[in-house]
């Protein structure tokens, strides 16, 4: 029998979760063994879920080795091997120092990872993702960042919000009756995009919507700096254009807020090349330039803040392919290994970079 371990959340401000109650009941009619570890902060109550077995958070570190341990963020730092096979989404494979620990980690065990961002269907598709959500909250952060900045001030602490009406109104009254902002997006066509536009144009903001035809020129690209706020909405790639190089922070322009809702400063294809670090809920903006303000805002789990509809979307789309995690050498579960079995074999490349 199968044996999925759905392990808590251990990081701050995470509240989602990859698999609903009505998964689990499927999960367990088809014949799979399934553990939820307990988790007061998840966004759907404990109580909600029926027919599996439960355990303590943390527990996983002591789950029968024969166990598939599910979760979605990072797990704790620490130098601990790994011996189980993980379903996350890693951060491993662009060459980051963190992703480069974790896959050490997996050596060491002879554990394997299934990175979530690397599920595909056969025309290169994901076949799961956050990436609505992530528009969609990453560009309320922004425009919250944007009202602040006005003000010369910090963007506040964020916090969850629970509905997308809710994030609605925080940031409309944040917004108050001031004019809108211009707002330009990389990646518009993409499902962050779309969320990041949806967002936009609810609160009655200007956008200039962007994809692969308007970049394929390879930069630079003045236009960026014409607007309030830029919100890079795209997965790099080696043959990804600089969007922000680090001159911008002093150059001519309108420009105030960058949400990089990608976030991707540890990498070296990254396009956003006037920051180095994420941002966090306690401390949203980044400001890297001071007059005039530029801030950056990347926050690398921007769903959280709507954790209970994210988590429903996300659970949806991913339950087919974990019930078919029974055959882990084909379909979407072949391809991620795969991606392991190449990255692992490049530690060798990171540690020297």
């Given at each position: 029998?199968?044996?999925?371990?759905?392990?808590?959340?251990?990081?701050?401000?995470?509240?989602?979760?990859?698999?609903?109650?009505?998964?689990?009941?499927?999960?367990?009619?088809?014949?799979?063994?399934?553990?939820?570890?307990?988790?007061?902060?998840?966004?759907?109550?404990?109580?909600?879920?029926?027919?599996?077995?439960?355990?303590?958070?943390?527990s996983w570190r002591n789950a029968p080795k024969?166990?598939?341990?599910?979760?979605?963020?990072?797990?704790?730092?620490?130098?601990?091997?790994?011996?189980?096979?993980?379903?996350?989404?890693?951060?491993?494979?662009?060459?980051?120092?963190?992703?480069?620990?974790?896959?050490?980690?997996?050596?060491?065990?002879?554990?394997?990872?299934?990175?979530?961002?690397?599920?595909?269907?056969?025309?290169?598709?994901?076949?799961?993702?956050?990436?609505?959500?992530?528009?969609?909250?990453?560009?309320?952060?922004?425009?919250?960042?944007?009202?602040?900045?006005?003000?010369?001030?910090?963007?506040?602490?964020?916090?969850?919000?629970?509905?997308?009406?809710?994030?609605?109104?925080?940031?409309?009254?944040?917004?108050?009756?001031?004019?809108?902002?211009?707002?330009?997006?990389?990646?518009?066509?993409?499902?962050?995009?779309?969320?990041?536009?949806?967002?936009?144009?609810?609160?009655?903001?200007?956008?200039?919507?962007?994809?692969?035809?308007?970049?394929?020129?390879?930069?630079?690209?003045?236009?960026?700096?014409?607007?309030?706020?830029?919100?890079?909405?795209?997965?790099?790639?080696?043959?990804?254009?600089?969007?922000?190089?680090?001159?911008?922070?002093?150059?001519?322009?309108?420009?105030?807020?960058?949400?990089?809702?990608?976030?991707?400063?540890?990498?070296?294809?990254?396009?956003?090349?006037?920051?180095?670090?994420?941002?966090?809920?306690?401390?949203?903006?980044?400001?890297?330039?001071?007059?005039?303000?530029?801030?950056?805002?990347?926050?690398?789990?921007?769903?959280?803040?709507?954790?209970?509809?994210?988590?429903?979307?996300?659970?949806?789309?991913?339950?087919?392919?974990?019930?078919?995690?029974?055959?882990?050498?084909?379909?979407?579960?072949?391809?991620?290994?795969?991606?392991?079995?190449?990255?692992?074999?490049?530690?060798?490349?990171?540690?020297?970079?």
């Open positions: 029998m199968t044996h999925i371990w759905i392990r808590a959340e251990e990081r701050l401000n995470e509240q989602r979760v990859g698999v609903t109650p009505d998964g689990v009941t499927e999960l367990v009619h088809a014949g799979f063994q399934v553990t939820l570890e307990e988790d007061p902060t998840r966004a759907i109550p404990l109580v909600d879920y029926t027919g599996c077995s439960l355990a303590a958070t943390g024969d166990a598939i341990i599910f979760g979605l963020k990072e797990l704790p730092e620490d130098d601990s091997p790994l011996v189980h096979r993980h379903i996350m989404f890693g951060h491993a494979y662009k060459g980051q120092p963190d992703g480069a620990r974790l896959l050490k980690r997996f050596k060491r065990g002879g554990g394997r990872l299934y990175d979530l961002e690397y599920f595909t269907d056969d025309t290169g598709c994901r076949v799961a993702a956050f990436g609505y959500w992530a528009g969609y909250a990453g560009a309320a952060v922004a425009l919250k960042c944007w009202a602040a900045a006005r003000s010369g001030l910090f963007c506040a602490p964020l916090t969850t919000f629970p509905s997308s009406g809710a994030l609605q109104e925080h940031i409309a009254s944040d917004l108050g009756t001031d004019a809108r902002p211009k707002v330009i997006i990389i990646g518009a066509l993409g499902r962050v995009g779309s969320g990041a536009r949806d967002f936009c144009l609810a609160m009655g903001a200007e956008v200039t919507g962007w994809d692969m035809a308007q970049t394929a020129q390879g930069g630079p690209f003045p236009e960026i700096l014409t607007h309030d706020i830029f919100l890079n909405c795209i997965l790099a790639s080696s043959s990804t254009p600089v969007f922000v190089p680090a001159s911008a922070a002093s150059a001519p322009r309108e420009l105030r807020v960058i949400g990089d809702i990608a976030c991707d400063p540890g990498s070296a294809i990254s396009p956003i090349k006037i920051y180095d670090r994420i941002t966090s809920w306690k401390h949203p903006a980044l400001r890297v330039h001071e007059n005039p303000i530029l801030d950056v805002m990347a926050i690398d789990n921007l769903p959280s803040l709507l954790p209970r509809e994210s988590s429903e979307d996300f659970a949806a789309q991913l339950l087919p392919s974990l019930l078919e995690l029974r055959d882990m050498a084909h379909g979407v579960w072949g391809k991620a290994g795969a991606h392991f079995d190449t990255h692992i074999s490049m530690l060798g490349k990171y540690a020297a970079s």
